[in-house]
């Protein structure tokens, strides 16, 4: 089976219920995306794409839904002993954890007052009426950002049950949030809808060598070749592709581009002083694309 086949079977199990936006534009873009590739980058590419997981508004959708009810049932979640959040960054800024905590918020049943931007706004002597803390987020590729996110917060985990909910985890990074776990003592639990491998674990020094000599063909600088941090997830979303994701998926290139774009906000024009956008894509990738 040659990679348009592939392709082909990956957009019958991506479209669910229909073809999306963003299902369509890689469709448009496929036929251009691998034109320049030989066959034993063909080879390697076909194999990973095979894995790769999009997940459209509606599937994200059932998929909170389910977890959502999952989670309740399993750690008698509800209006009296629990707070819903989200992972929020370091600057506080709104990210994608926002879409899937609102989701959750619209098909828990639970009482929307228990729904926290961040807990961090609880009184002391409420914080101590809550068992349990429900965290959202559409997906973890290291688990550093998630274990980053619990070490900023102010308040006593201890005696309290945390609940991570995402759409997919590597097994590395659920593996870094439970080793951090059992080290600070906090009980975390991960719930996901698929907990994936990395994309070239079982692969050939070879096979790594032919797939990076790909991705400088395609001037993917090296720090997002293997994905942020070396992730090497393969997943997008109809909102956005994480970029903990291999960045021959992703990362911006004029003459290919890539299936599934990596969508960027503009900077406020008075932070950046009105530099162009040539400019603040290159503090955002940290390189020209030439």
Known sequence: MDITDIFIE????????????????????FEKWIEDLDKEELNILSEILKEFNYYSK???????????????EEFDINNDNSVISLVRKADGKMNSSYEYWFIHRNVSGLSKNIYYDTVEDIRQEEWENIKNIVYIDDC??????????L??????????????????????????IENYASETGIDVHVRAENISKKALKD???????????????????????LGYKKAEALMA????????TLGIFWFPNNQKAPIFPRKLDEKPGWKVYRKEKENRRKEQYESKIK
Request: proline share 1%; aromatic share 12%; hydrophobic share 35%.
């Open 203 to 225: 692969r050939s020094g070879t096979d790594k060598n032919v797939f990076i000599r790909m991705c400088h063909k395609r001037k993917i600088i090296n720090s997002y070749i």
């Open 151 to 176: 070490k900023r917060q102010n308040k006593i985990f201890a005696g309290k049950t945390i609940i991570f909910i995402v759409v997919e985890i590597l097994e590395e990074a659920k593996k870094y």
């Open 58 to 72: 509606a599937s994200s959708f059932n998929i909170i839904s389910n977890l959502a009810q999952k989670s309740i």
């Open 10 to 29: 990956c957009i019958d199990k991506w479209a669910d219920e229909e073809i999306d936006k963003r299902i369509s534009y890689a469709i448009n873009s």
């Open 237 to 244: 979303f109809y909102n956005n592709t994480p970029n903990d």
């Open 140 to 149: 973890s590729g290291t688990g550093k950002q998630f274990v980053d996110f």
